[in-house]
């Protein structure tokens, strides 16, 4: 484990980490929830970034681990939150690295249908796999729409989105990770046929 890591374990309480997570397991307490979420996402986001030096990669691993947090809260049984969310760091950046070994990447895939040029069966697949993206940004809501647009088509940072919109960080993370995992969730079948 990394110095980093060791000081970050060393300024937790035990018992506090034990009632947030009690509260959070036993009554969705979004406040605890919350708390807990201040109390680790730097922590997470650290770990993450330490292991990708991606930090856009690092701040979907960590979005998407306390995201399942939340979600699989009533069946987690955890008795050290440091220590999960650790190990869950770790697993979240294995995970992504044996998924981009298994796939072609999207954007890849997409370029190189590009360059075929032709009015070809890539080209056309392309074009509808282009459209079929513009379709579902067009279901998100109109400030999901924002958020997703400018974060990538105008490569802007969370942390500058939220600045330009006048919202937390976290509401902006939170909603391109429900706008991804859409995408990914209607794009996934497309992807594995290339």
């Known amino acids: 484990m990394d110095s980093f890591a060791k000081m970050a374990f060393n300024r937790s309480t035990d018992d506090e980490d034990r009632r947030l997570w009690q509260l959070i397991q036993t009554a969705s307490c979004h406040t605890a929830f919350d ?66 070994q298994r796939k072609y990447p999207l954007a890849e895939t997409l370029t190189a249908l590009q360059e075929a040029g032709t009015e070809s069966d890539h080209t056309v697949l392309y074009r509808e796999l282009l459209a079929l993206h513009d379709q579902l940004v067009d279901r998100f809501t109109p400030a999901q729409q924002e958020i997703y647009l400018m974060r990538f088509n105008e490569d802007l940072t969370t942390k500058e989105i939220a600045s330009r919109l006048g919202i937390s ?6 909603q391109l990770n429900l706008c991804v995992t859409k995408l990914r969730k209607a794009l996934g079948v497309l992807t594995t046929l290339f």
Not at 49 to 75: H, P, V
Not at 169 to 174: A, D, I, M, S, Y
């Open 169 to 174: 960080r976290k509401t902006v993370q939170n």
């Open 35 to 100: 708390r807990l979420y201040e109390k680790y996402w730097e922590y997470v986001l650290a770990l993450a970034f330490a292991r990708t030096k991606d930090l856009d990669l690092a701040e979907d691993i960590t979005q998407g681990l306390f995201l399942r947090l939340w979600e699989k809260r009533q069946s987690l049984d955890i008795a050290n939150i440091q220590s999960y969310l650790f190990i869950a760091v770790r697993n979240g950046v294995l995970n992504w690295l044996k998924a981009e």
